[in-house]
């Protein structure tokens, strides 16, 4: 049982550059999200999927897309990097999207925008 | 605007002592708060959580305070261990407003426990 795993750990893009970030969680959870996390910043929503085949945009959407393609994987898309999205990358995956829902991370992707 | 704060960037204590995380919040509304742990390189993990219908709720080694006419909680750890150094975030969320996306952290406090 892996929990949630992402692809690639680390990336470094030059600006214009596209990408997409990888999220998989093997716990048969309803519910995805993307946060970012920037150097003295807490974490910060990008998009959720409250269940497969829906997306809605968080706190920090600009810049991004994103796709939930089936329940268990939803994908991250920068079209064209900037060096404002230089961060780190979490995906976190829960049962259901309630407010007291406990959300589980994983490792995090490392990206710098050159 | 932080609803969420998290007013000490860091905390340095001996092992065996306790440790004492501090988050304010400024909206009234909300009414369940969660604790997250992460170590470098990881993701956060989920600690502890409390809802605003309690003042205090424990697990172990870890103890909850929620303040609700001050805005505060405290996380306690008590004995802290060197495996304790991380970084710990506060978060917040209330009924009706959705679901836990709409969670809102803190900046996080780095603990260090020394040896």
């Known amino acids: 049982n892996a929990g949630v795993t992402q692809t690639p750990k680390f990336q470094v893009l030059k600006t214009g550059q596209s990408m997409t970030l990888q999220c998989a969680q093997d716990?048969?959870?309803?519910?995805m999200y993307w946060y970012r996390q920037d150097p003295g910043m807490g974490l910060r929503l990008i998009y959720y999927?409250?269940?497969?085949?829906?997306?809605d945009k968080g706190e920090v959407p600009n810049g991004y897309n994103v796709s939930r393609l089936n329940k268990r994987e939803f994908s991250l898309r920068l079209e064209s990097a900037a060096p404002s999205q230089t961060s780190v990358y979490f995906c976190a995956s829960s049962e259901v999207v309630t407010y007291t829902d406990t959300q589980y991370f994983g490792p995090g992707t490392r990206l710098t925008v050159l | 605007d932080q609803q969420v704060k998290q007013n000490s960037p860091s905390l340095s204590v001996q092992e065996g002592r306790i440790s004492i995380l501090n988050c304010d919040y400024t909206n009234s509304m909300f009414d369940y708060f969660l604790w997250y742990k992460k170590y470098p390189a990881e993701g956060p993990t989920f600690l502890i959580s409390i809802s605003s219908i309690k003042d205090k709720n424990e697990d172990g080694r870890f103890t909850v305070f929620l303040n609700k006419s001050a805005k505060h909680l405290s996380l306690h750890i008590v004995p802290s261990q060197p495996g304790d150094s991380a970084v710990y975030f506060c978060?917040?969320?209330?009924?009706?407003?959705?679901?836990?996306?709409?969670?809102?952290f803190g900046k996080g406090t780095k603990l260090t426990v020394n040896p």
């Open positions: 999927s409250a269940s497969e085949g829906t997306t």
């Open positions: 716990m048969n959870h309803n519910s």
């Open positions: 978060a917040a969320s209330r009924y009706g407003q959705g679901g836990s996306e709409k969670l809102v």
